[in-house]
Nanobody, 115 residues
Framework: QVQLVESGGGLVQPGGSLRLSCAASGSLLRTYVMGWYRQAPGKQRELVATITSGDSTNYADSVKGRFTISRDNAKNTVYLQMNTLKPEDTAVYYC?????????WGQGTQVTVSS
């Protein structure tokens, strides 16, 4: 069983930055794909960014050039550095780790971008 604990969300002004962290428990997490998803009110959950065990990354078009995903396998942690935040980035952000049919989600952390 894998448990995920997210942190780093909050209220930030447009143009500001936040760094989300997701600490995972469990073994062999370095073999998992780790990622961030988000869900805004009234919208479906959507992919933000993923990173493979080989450090290949994938980003939603809406965040390319502004967000950076990274992982520290020694700490079983995945990060999301979010820069130049926009009001449309407001959402609950979820950490997800997956390997084959095994998928685990965090509880979510709120990010609000507002002046």
């Amino acid at each position: 069983q894998v448990q995920l604990v997210e942190s780093g969300g909050g209220l930030v002004q447009p143009g500001g930055s936040l760094r989300l962290s997701c600490a995972a428990s469990g073994s062999l997490l370095r073999t998992y794909v780790m990622g961030w998803y988000r869900q805004a009110p009234g919208k479906q959950r959507e992919l933000v960014a993923t990173i493979t065990s080989g450090d290949s990354t994938n980003y939603a078009d809406s965040v390319k050039g502004r967000f950076t995903i990274s992982r520290d396998n020694a700490k079983n942690t995945v990060y999301l550095q979010m820069n130049t935040l926009k009001p449309e980035d407001t959402a609950v952000y979820y950490c997800r780790v997956a390997r084959g049919m095994l998928i685990y989600w965090g509880q979510g952390t709120q990010v609000t971008v507002s002046s």
